[in-house]
């Protein structure tokens, strides 16, 4: 399916899985994937480095002291870990 061309139909998505992301809202767009997506980055503590674990708007949900510990949290929760560079 070429999304250009797409007439905007959902005749052949019986769910309405379809959407076009050039007609949502910023609220919509930063929704996006909220209870899917997580990410994990570095941060520092007052105990030193550790390892924050991001909802995918950006808001802290767990601090691990190791990276893999952070993603397995991640996983077990039923999210998908995505990398952010």
């Not at 005749?11 to 899917?36: I, K, N, S, V």
């Not at 808001?59 to 929760?77: E, F, H, K, S, Y």
Request: net charge negative; glycine share 8%; proline share 8%.
């Amino acid at each position: 399916m070429n999304v250009k061309t797409h007439d905007g139909s959902t005749d052949a998505f019986p769910l309405r899985a379809f959407f076009d992301p050039h007609h949502m809202t910023e609220a919509q767009l930063a929704d996006l994937g909220l209870e899917q997506i997580a990410y994990v980055r570095p941060i520092m503590t007052p105990n030193g480095p550790a390892f924050g674990v991001f909802s995918a708007n950006g808001t802290p949900m767990a601090i691990a002291t190791d990276g893999n510990l952070a993603r397995a949290a991640i996983v077990q929760n039923e999210m998908a870990p995505v990398s952010v560079h």
